[in-house]
């Protein structure tokens, strides 16, 4: 499994409409490319000096081949979107990771 992070810093003045999109129109928009099974969204928890709130979202693919399909395929749309409603008011950078394994607690807290 693979991991397509994108990391945003987004700022405040127009926090709340970027967070609106990003939950109900490009979440939504990249897992409707099929090129991805799910999706996490994060707050990052650390103080910006530069301001702002930083996101991460986290797409899962099966193969490095599907996420070169949507680089191909639907990024330049997507991002495009994402530029025309919030230019010059968020930085983002992208990062791909490998999944090596995962654990899981067997202890149940409530």
Same mark, same amino acid.
């Given at each position: %499994? ?8 987004? @700022? ?11 939950? =109900? *129109? ?7 490319? $099929? ?7 994060? !707050?990052?928890?650390? =103080? @910006? &000096?530069? $301001? $702002?709130?930083?996101?991460?979202? !986290?797409?899962?693919?099966?193969? /490095? &081949?599907?996420? !070169?399909?949507?680089?191909? @395929? ?6 495009? @979107?994402?530029?025309? /409603?919030?230019? $010059? *008011? ?5 990062? =791909?990771?490998?999944?090596?394994? &995962? !654990?899981?607690? %067997?202890?149940?807290?409530?």
């Amino acid at each position: %499994m693979y991991i397509y992070n994108v990391t945003t810093n987004i @700022e405040e003045s127009i926090h709340d409409e970027w967070l609106k999109w990003m939950k =109900e *129109k490009h979440i939504p928009d990249m897992l409707s490319t $099929g090129k991805f099974n799910y999706a996490k969204m994060c !707050q990052v928890i650390i =103080e @910006e &000096e530069m $301001g $702002g709130t930083t996101y991460s979202v !986290q797409y899962s693919t099966d193969s /490095l &081949e599907t996420l !070169q399909d949507y680089y191909k @395929e639907d990024a330049v749309r997507l991002r495009d @979107e994402a530029l025309r /409603l919030f230019s $010059g *008011k968020f930085v983002a950078f992208r990062t =791909e990771l490998k999944v090596i394994s &995962e !654990q899981f607690s %067997m202890s149940v807290k409530n």
